[in-house]
């Protein structure tokens, strides 16, 4: 790859100039009016993958690494003609549909019946102050519904967010930072602030690999780009043998760099998805997917 | 598996084996070193050192941690977070220190 390194600098001291901000917001979060960061954050951190693959479009972001590396592109398009994934979408449509036993649906929970909608995920939840995944609105639903919540690991919660996330396939992912809660930028900041910080014994952040590495080789592995990081899940993992989480594998990446994994559906990982959601807005939802 | 010989050989040069070896040094991960199989290209290639450091101690110093030279560095602290041992980061700097 040929590039212009002083340029490549100068765009990897805007993001983080953009997130020294960002934390003296936090900070004075009470004194300061509300800067419009976010789009501050996502305007840099486009420009700088622009700068890295000239040739990407925001759309080609959806295929996560595929997108840069050719070799390993080929034999994951033989693999997405017969998709390991179809088994739960089929699994997560018969669910979708099978009456809680009050009677009532899934689709009684959610805008459109709970179609086309997985792009709008997470969201802001301003009664509950907090930020609300379509994993954690399923659940919320269910308990609405007077029924248990689903582990968020096991095959049923998968099997409903494929058959959700394939009912949303090719809609820009469309996250909201809403400006009347001051609350939301703040978790918002909490996200952007555990990709940006060093952890594990490894002493990595998510942005050693993901922005500052991004196209660079890792022993064989070509490193993605974190924009899109959100699209395409759940996904089916050769390595997993199953279909799982967009959480599971934050955990992974954690382990990789020997820091202590979370739970998924954790207040940081949740954060964490809000933050990265709001980087890739406008890249087409492509879940389930399959990768290495 | 490792064939007897081979195992023989990593014996021999115990720094070699810990610069390749993934649960230890993994250096491979980031660096082209001499054989090497599949390196990754986020570090520069790791040869002629010693026209880049004035002496081992200096080298010593880069792996035992990196962000003291590049605070932005990718390169994992190897001493100072006890991801390898002192004698292992020994071991690692006596053999690169031979390469060509």
């Avoid at chain 1, 809680?100 to 509950?128: E, T, V």
């Avoid at chain 2, 200096?58 to 006890?82: H, V, Y």
Wanted: glycine share 6%; proline share 6%.
């Amino acid at each position: 790859m040929i590039f212009n390194l002083k340029e490549h600098i100068q765009l990897l001291i805007d993001i983080k100039q953009s997130l020294k901000l960002s934390i003296i917001i936090i900070g004075l979060l009470n004194a300061l009016p509300l800067a419009a960061s976010p789009d501050q954050d996502q305007a840099a951190f486009r420009k700088y993958y622009q700068h890295v693959f000239p040739k990407l479009k925001l759309a080609d972001y959806a295929n996560g690494v595929y997108a840069i590396d050719k070799i390993a592109r080929q034999s994951w398009s033989a693999i997405e003609e017969f998709p390991p994934y179809e088994p739960a979408i089929e699994q997560g449509k018969k669910l979708f549909n099978t009456p809680f036993a009050n009677g009532r649906h899934y689709a009684d929970c959610f805008a459109n019946k709970g179609l086309g909608i997985a792009n709008g995920y997470p969201k802001w939840g301003k009664s509950q102050g907090e930020v609300i995944t379509l994993a954690k609105a399923i659940n919320d639903c269910r308990a609405r519904q007077q029924e248990p919540a689903l582990a968020y690991e096991k095959s049923d919660m998968i099997n409903i967010l494929a058959y959700m996330a394939y009912a949303s396939r090719g809609k820009p992912i469309n996250v909201t930072i809403p400006k009347d809660d001051q609350r939301a930028l703040a978790a918002y900041e909490q996200g952007k602030a555990f990709y940006y910080q060093r952890k594990g014994q490894l002493n990595f952040s998510c942005t050693t690999c993901h922005v500052q590495n991004a196209g660079k080789k890792l022993r064989s592995e070509i490193l993605s780009a974190s924009l899109g990081h959100t699209n395409n899940w759940p996904t089916y993992r050769l390595k997993w043998g199953e279909i799982g989480s967009l959480h599971r594998r934050f955990a992974e990446c954690l382990t990789q760099i020997k820091a202590k994994p979370l739970p998924e559906q954790s207040v940081e990982f949740r954060n964490l998805e809000y933050f990265l959601s709001y980087m890739g807005n406008g890249v087409p939802v492509t879940g389930p997917s399959t990768r290495k | 598996m490792q064939t007897p010989t081979s195992a023989i050989k990593q014996a021999e040069n115990p720094g070699k084996q810990i610069t390749f070896s993934r649960d230890k040094g993994n250096c491979l991960a980031c660096h082209e070193i001499e054989d090497g199989e599949s390196p990754g290209n986020i570090g520069p290639a790791l040869k002629n050192l010693p026209s880049r450091f004035n002496n081992k101690k200096q080298l010593r110093d880069q792996i035992w941690d990196a962000t003291r030279f590049n605070p932005e560095t990718s390169m994992p602290p190897f001493g100072k977070n006890k991801i390898i041992s002192e004698i292992e980061i020994d071991q690692v700097v006596d053999y690169l220190w031979g390469i060509k």
